[in-house]
């Protein structure tokens, strides 16, 4: 399965700091990209890096991508409590889109 | 904006009864996919369609089918439902047409509980 599994499965910080979240695959992709699911929702797509990219900006996100590492990670900078989430890593080799069980995020206020 | 929407928010079912949850997108996409989502499992693949007609299994698709006879709409049909069918299902949808690089809008879920 091209299924990515993302680290920590929680993190609590407090509002200000930073979050970093990682993610780790198996096969070969052509983009790796990052959602966010608020608690009951669907998902909402946050950014998207490909295979020949190592890094990319969004605003307060920053996404790194280590293709021989086989491993990605998401930074938000300066958290709010709105940020309070889950986020997922989808590693997408061709049309379909996999993911693993997320990093549920805490941002105390 | 994209719109992708599922015909209910909350549903309660019995068992042994055959139970449809529709999805349908606005946005002229090609791909469809029904995941549901459990704790501690994530979010799994049950079914995929890539064309009107056309689907693809995905990771768990045993007591779940689906159908696609239209290009926006995509159901998944679960033909006696059981209570280990109890989850969130999400449905998700994605063009076809912008290569590897495109995104999936997701609906905003359907948790149903069997009873």
């Known amino acids: 399965s091209q299924q990515g599994e993302e680290d920590p499965q929680a993190l609590s910080i407090q509002e200000g700091e930073n979050a970093t979240m990682n993610c780790s695959y198996k096969?070969?992709?052509?983009?790796l990209q990052w959602y966010r699911q608020n608690s009951g929702r669907g998902l909402v797509h946050l950014i998207l890096?490909?295979?020949?990219?190592r890094e990319k900006h969004s605003g307060r996100l920053r996404v790194t991508l280590d293709t021989s590492k086989k491993s990605s990670s998401l930074l938000i900078t300066a958290s709010r409590a709105a940020d309070t989430a889950s986020y997922f890593c989808a590693p997408k080799g061709f049309n379909k889109f996999y993911f693993g069980s997320g990093t549920k995020l805490n941002v105390k206020p | 904006d994209v719109k992708v929407t599922q015909s209910s928010r909350y549903l309660v079912k019995r068992t042994g009864e055959k139970v449809f949850l529709e999805c349908v997108q606005d946005?002229?996409?090609?791909?469809m996919f029904w995941y549901r989502q459990d704790p501690g499992l994530g979010l799994r693949l049950i079914y995929f369609s890539y064309d009107v007609k056309m689907k693809e299994k995905g990771d768990i698709p045993e007591g779940y089918s689906v159908s696609r006879e239209k290009k926006e709409r995509f159901s998944l049909i679960l033909e006696s439902a059981s209570t280990n069918q109890t989850s969130m299902y999400l449905c998700a949808s994605s063009s076809g047409t912008g290569g590897m690089n495109t995104e999936a809008f997701f609906g905003q879920g359907t948790r149903l509980t069997v009873v």
């Open positions: 096969t070969s992709i052509n983009n």
């Open positions: 890096i490909r295979s020949n990219e």
């Open positions: 946005m002229d996409h090609e791909n």
